[in-house]
Structure formats: structure tokens, C-alpha cells
Nanobody
Framework: QVRLVESGGGWVQPGGSLRLSCAASGFLFNFSPMSWYRQAPGKQRELVANIFTGGRENYADSVNGRFTISRDNAKNTVYLQMNSLKPEDTAVYYC?????WGQGTQVTVSS
């Protein structure tokens, strides 16, 4: 059974930082590209970043230079380090493997 469990969301002031984690189980993590998506109220879910099995990273223009995706294959975990957060980063953030989604974690950026 595939499980993706996100953690690390919360409230932060503009300019602050958060690190999201996604613990994966039930599939061959080392062989799966992993992604972070987000969905703001009233908007479509959008890709934030992904990381491939060889380590190559890809970012949405809106977060490039502020967010960093990484993976620890020994821990079956993917991370999203978010710096210089803006109010427009407020959303539910979802972890995704090749075929499965996590339940999401809320990130709120406000003063």
C-alpha cells in the first residue's frame, strides 16, 4: 500500500522559511520521480517542483531561487525547503510520487 505523508506546514510571516517533508512507503522510492504541488483557494493545483531519480530538479518560475527540493533515498523522504515566503505562496502543498498523492499540508504566509 502506497503512503505519502506530508508534514512541516504551518503559519509563517512573509520573508520566513518552512521545510516540508514527505515520508513515502509502499513502493520503490529510489526509482520514482517525486514532486511537490500546491493548490490555493479557488485555483487549480499547480506543480511547484520535482526531482528525478538522478537528482535533476525542476521548479516553477514562481518559486525558482526561493524553494529547493531534495530527496533522501535512505529515508524514503522528499523535502521542500521554502525560503523568502510570500503571501501568494499560501496553499495546501501536496507530495506526489509517480502515481499517488499525499493528503496535503497547509502553508499560510501572512502578517
Amino acid at each position: 500500500q502506497v503512503r505519502l505523508v506530508e508534514s512541516g506546514g504551518g503559519w509563517v510571516q512573509p520573508g520566513g522559511s518552512l521545510r516540508l517533508s514527505c515520508a513515502a512507503s509502499g513502493f520503490l522510492f529510489n526509482f520514482s520521480p517525486m514532486s511537490w504541488y500546491r493548490q490555493a483557494p479557488g485555483k487549480q493545483r499547480e506543480l511547484v517542483a520535482n526531482i528525478f531519480t538522478g537528482g535533476r530538479e525542476n521548479y516553477a518560475d514562481s518559486v525558482n531561487g526561493r524553494f529547493t527540493i531534495s530527496r533522501d533515498n535512505a529515508k524514503n523522504t522528499v523535502y521542500l525547503q521554502m525560503n523568502s515566503l510570500k503571501p501568494e505562496d499560501t496553499a495546501v502543498y501536496y507530495c506526489k510520487s509517480r502515481f499517488n498523492w499525499g493528503q496535503g499540508t497547509q502553508v499560510t504566509v501572512s502578517s
